[in-house]
C-alpha cells in the first residue's frame, strides 16, 4: 500500500529535497505550509519539478488545533518536523517567535499526533547548534549541549521533548541532530549561499566584494540531498533513536570561500571584507559532528564532499543570474 508522509516546512531546502526523495519511493507526500497573504512560495519545489506531485496543507507550528485537524484528514504513516525559524541571526531579533516556533512549536505537533494517530513515526529535525559552547572536541549523541543562541536553545527544548513523547507516551519519534548541511536551494541569508551567490554576482560583474562577518568559525558542512536520505532513514527502523547526521570533517568559512572563488578563477583576498556588525553576539567557534551511529545503525554515510557541493551551488548561481539578465 501507498504510504503517506506529511512534512512541515515542506517549501524549505531540507523540505523539498525531502519530499523528492519520498515521492522517488512512492509515496504520497503532503506538506504543511504557513498560509499569509501571498501565495505559498513553492519556488524549491518547482526548481526540482515535483510541485505539481505534492499537496499543500494551510497549517501553522502553533496552532494545535489546526494541526489536530490536519493529522486526522492527512493520516500520515509519517511526519518529518522540518519547520522552524531557522535563521540564527534572526533569533536574536525575534527571540519569543523563535521559542514559539522553534521550540513550543514541536511539542504542538507531538500533541497532535498523539491525539490523532498515536501509531504514526515522527522525526524531529534537531541541530548542531544545540552543542553550542562545545563540550567535546567531536560531537555525539551523548556530548552535552551548551546553547549559544535564541535559535539553538528553542532547538534544545525540541529536542528534549521530542524524547519525552517517545519516553512517556511510547511514540516512535527520533530526533536527527544534523549538523550545517547546504545546497543550491540553500536561502540567501546563510552564509553559505551568501557567499556562493556574491561569488557569483562578482564573476558576473554584479559585485565587488564579499562581506563577512567571523571567517574561522569551523562547520562541519554536508549536502542535504545526503542528510533527508538520514531522516528517511530513521524511521524505518524498529525502534526510535536520536542520531548524529554529519560528515565528520570540518572547514573554516575562510576555506570555505577560498573554494567558490577558485572554482570560477577569482582570488578570494581580492573581493573578501572583513565586517566587525557581521559578527554574532555568541559565536559558536566550531562543530564537528561524529557520525559513527548513524553509520553504525542506519548504514548511513554522506556521499557529497565540501567541494563538489561549493562548486554545485556556485554553478547554480551562475546560471541563475544568467537567467535573470536574459
Not at 529535497?17 to 519511493?25: D, F, G, H, I
Not at 529536542?159 to 519519534?173: D, P
Not at 545526503?226 to 572547514?251: I, K, N, S
Request: glycine share 8%; proline share 4%; hydrophobic share 40%.
Amino acid at each position: 500500500m501507498t504510504r503517506t508522509a506529511l512534512i512541515t516546512g515542506i517549501t524549505g531546502q531540507d523540505g523539498a529535497y525531502l519530499a523528492q526523495l519520498l515521492l522517488s519511493k512512492g509515496y504520497s507526500v503532503h506538506g504543511l505550509a504557513r498560509r499569509s497573504s501571498t501565495a505559498v512560495n513553492t519556488a524549491r519545489l518547482k526548481w526540482l519539478g515535483i510541485e505539481n506531485d505534492v499537496r499543500i496543507v494551510d497549517g501553522d507550528l502553533t496552532d494545535l488545533s489546526g494541526l489536530t485537524r490536519t493529522m486526522r484528514d492527512v493520516r500520515p504513516d509519517e511526519v518529518y518536523n522540518l519547520a522552524a525559524q531557522s535563521f540564527v541571526k534572526s533569533s536574536w531579533q525575534q527571540p519569543i517567535l523563535t521559542g514559539n516556533v522553534t521550540g513550543i512549536g514541536v511539542t504542538n505537533v507531538l500533541e497532535a499526533l498523539r491525539l490523532e494517530i498515536p501509531e504514526a513515526r515522527f522525526y524531529q529535525a534537531s541541530s548542531s547548534e544545540m552543542y553550542g559552547l562545545v563540550q567535546e572536541p567531536v560531537q555525539s549523541e551523548t556530548t552535552p549541549f551548551h546553547p549559544r543562541s535564541p535559535y539553538a536553545v528553542a532547538k534544545v527544548y525540541g529536542h528534549w521533548i521530542t524524547v519525552n513523547y517517545r519516553e512517556s507516551f511510547g511514540l516512535h519519534a527520533s530526533s536527527g541532530i544534523l549538523f550545517n548541511h547546504e545546497s543550491p536551494l540553500r536561502g540567501i541569508e546563510f552564509v553559505t549561499r551568501k557567499v556562493t551567490d556574491t561569488v557569483a554576482r562578482i564573476k558576473k560583474g554584479l559585485a565587488r566584494e564579499l562581506r563577512l562577518g567571523n571567517i574561522d568559525a569551523r562547520r562541519d558542512w554536508g549536502h542535504s540531498r545526503d542528510y533527508v536520505r538520514a531522516m528517511w532513514l530513521m524511521l524505518q527502523q524498529d525502534q526510535p533513536d536520536d542520531y548524529v547526521v554529519a560528515t565528520g570533517r570540518t572547514t573554516t568559512v575562510r576555506d570555505m570561500c577560498r573554494i567558490a572563488f577558485e572554482h570560477v578563477g577569482l582570488n578570494m583576498d581580492d573581493h573578501l571584507v572583513i565586517d566587525p556588525d557581521l559578527f554574532r553576539p555568541a559565536e559558536v567557534e566550531i562543530l564537528l559532528g561524529n557520525p559513527a551511529k548513524a553509520k553504525a545503525k542506519l548504514g548511513w554515510e554522506a556521499t557529497i564532499s565540501l567541494e563538489e557541493m561549493i562548486r554545485e551551488m556556485v554553478d547554480a548561481d551562475l546560471a541563475r543570474h544568467f537567467a535573470a539578465r536574459r
